[in-house]
């Protein structure tokens, strides 16, 4: 079987093409629409089409909405509230907490400097830069 097999031959008669171009609204010839409805298989096909217009015309586009229930507007203020009280509670617990913390005795690497210990100094430069003002940089030109 091909998709030609499975959809039937549904080509129009002109008589059934003027019926639907006056049920679109459109303007047809007064006399080629007797014509038309001169035929009883073309009448047939009119009242169908036109019951199955009226059927789906009183149908509305499908269109999708959240209904809030009235629990759930009675709710979200009470939410927010509960939020409020949780992060103020966390906030206050955290704060005590390390408000009484006693502060760990200082370590050994704390108490050694430099200053303390003899024949600890600073390595020699391996060159110097000079910043005389006036010379090497101004004020203006650090504007610019």
Known sequence: MTPDDLTPDTSLSA????????????????????????????????VDALVLRQLTHEMAPMTFTVAESPVARTRRPLQWVMSAAVLALVATGGYLAGHRR???????????????????????????IRLDPGVSWTTETARQ
């Open 15 to 46: 008589a059934c093409v003027i019926v639907d171009a006056l049920l679109d609204g459109e303007a047809v010839d007064k006399q080629a629409l007797r014509d038309a409805l001169d035929d009883r298989a073309t009448r047939d096909y009119f």
């Open 102 to 128: 006693e502060m760990p005795p200082p370590t050994a690497d704390a108490l050694v400097s430099a200053a303390s210990e003899p024949g600890v100094t600073a390595p020699a430069p391996t060159k110097i």
